[in-house]
């Protein structure tokens, strides 16, 4: 998928554009529903991807679950916010990392002097 506003490719699953942050709205290829699953991203992550991942389920922007991680980690006095962050990191699943078609490596090509058997 292409972000219309600074023109670089990104994943086809993406709210946000990696580069320029400005929001994606395109919709899904499929008539299908999209279902959605809550998953520590592989993009977008400072220590382990939890405040991306939560951000990319509720489709909001990461800096705001971030700030509003931060804050209940200091009103509670580091402890709630802590414990939940490492229980996040520990049972969310890894997100893919997304891989272009074109820049998967091409499959060897048989040499023009070899002899193939089958």
Known sequence: MM???????????SNFCYFCGARQHAAPAT???VHK?????SVD???AGVCGGVAEYLEI???IVRLVWVLV????????GGVAYLIG???MPQAPLYVPVAAQPAP??????STQTA
């Not at 699953?37 to 991203?41: A, C, K």
């Not at 980690?73 to 709630?80: D, L, P, Q, S, Y």
């Open 37 to 41: 699953r809550l998953m520590r991203s």
């Open 61 to 63: 922007d990461p800096t």
């Open 89 to 91: 990191w520990i049972v």
């Open 31 to 33: 008539g299908a529903p």
């Open 45 to 47: 992550c400072k220590i």
């Open 73 to 80: 980690f200091i009103f509670t006095g580091f402890v709630f």
């Open 108 to 113: 060897p090509a048989a040499a023009p002097n």
């Open 3 to 13: 972000c219309p506003n600074c023109r670089r490719d990104i994943t086809d699953y």
